[in-house]
């Protein structure tokens, strides 16, 4: 994507705690590779490449996550499967899926509540970015894991009405231009029956926590960011967008206003993170 984009190299948004280092990341790193390659490199071996760039990049953007987060994103991780609790059953959307993390510990759970059985769960990976997913296949390939990938937009899905039992998004829905819109098609393609659960950035109500936060965010990620993947502007956008998120309560209202039913939150250290889930009864 980015070798067609030479020069004018088009950053897409991402990131699982932060939605942009990979891309800024990946186009440096990707105009090294062009530029050392330029007259060599055939073709064929450029989408390999492109492959290396972003696993290489995926791998940063995972080891940032764990730093930012002291390790917690895996406890809210695994926090938001077990409420989830799906059975052998179970057909799963993970929307904004990246490399697939939300769909690994699934599949994980699944086969760890219900090894008697023979059957794997159903499960479809979807991301707004095909170069990400190519990273999550290849990580499936390597744990023998077989998943469906869809690249596609998380406003507009291209799945039936009613194609799944369970919709999971994970530090994606922060990104999206229209929330609103995300909701309404994740009801869509909800059974009856079926649960929405997410996992976002929330706010601290605490005031004195939220110093401490607040002070944490702005003051220590963006060094982090700087220290260890070279781009300090990326995760000073990621403190910035998760303090325009909503609070809890509105977007606990915006999920009820697409028509789900028995929506609730948890909030997840100190309110720093949530989990928030609804059931589409009918
Ligand atoms: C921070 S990553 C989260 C990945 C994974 N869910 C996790 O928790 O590790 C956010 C992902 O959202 C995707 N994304 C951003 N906007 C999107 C959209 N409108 N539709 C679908 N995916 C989107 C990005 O490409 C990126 O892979
Ligand atoms: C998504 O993230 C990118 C940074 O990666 C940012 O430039 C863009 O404005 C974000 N979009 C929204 C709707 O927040
Ligand atoms: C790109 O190459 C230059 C020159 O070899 C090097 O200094 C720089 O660190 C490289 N950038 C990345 C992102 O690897
Ligand atoms: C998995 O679920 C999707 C969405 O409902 C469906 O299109 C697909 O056929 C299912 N695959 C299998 C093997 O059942
Ligand atoms: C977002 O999407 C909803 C539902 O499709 C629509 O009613 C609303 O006008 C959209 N908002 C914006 C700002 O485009």
């Not at 895996?74 to 059953?89: A, C, F, G, T, V």
């Amino acid at each position: 994507m980015f070798l067609l984009n030479r020069g004018k190299a088009i950053v897409l948004s991402c990131a699982s705690i932060s939605q942009a280092s990979y891309y800024t990341t990946a186009k440096r790193l990707d105009e090294n590779y062009t530029h050392f390659g330029y007259k060599t490199v055939k073709t064929e071996e450029k989408a390999g490449r492109v492959l290396d760039v972003f696993s290489s990049v995926a791998s940063k953007y995972d080891m940032m996550n764990d730093v930012m987060s002291g390790g917690l994103h895996r406890l809210w991780k695994d926090r938001m499967i077990q409420k989830l609790n799906p059975d052998n059953k179970a057909v799963l959307l993970d929307c904004a899926g990246g490399t697939g993390d939300i769909a690994f510990r699934f599949v994980n759970y699944v086969e760890r509540q219900h090894s008697q059985f023979t059957d794997h769960p159903n499960v479809t990976v979807c991301d707004i970015n095909n170069d990400i997913l190519e990273v999550g296949k290849s990580r499936a390939l390597e744990r023998g894991v077989s998943l469906n990938w869809v690249c596609s937009n998380a406003e507009e899905l291209p799945f039936p009405d009613q194609s799944f039992t369970c919709y999971t998004i994970a530090f994606g829905i922060r990104n999206c231009t229209n929330i609103s819109k995300v909701l309404q098609e994740a009801y869509r393609v909800l059974r009856p029956g079926g649960r929405f659960v997410c996992l976002e950035f929330s706010h601290v109500s605490n005031p004195i926590l939220s110093k401490i936060y607040d002070t944490y965010s702005f003051q220590v990620i963006p060094v982090m960011g700087e220290v260890i993947a070279g781009d300090w502007n990326s995760y000073q956008y990621l403190v910035e967008s998760i303090r325009k998120f909503p609070a809890a309560d509105e977007f606990k209202q915006m999920i009820s206003n697409v028509g789900f039913k028995v929506v609730a939150y948890e909030p997840l250290t100190f309110g720093t993170c949530a989990i928030h889930s609804g059931f589409r009864l009918k």
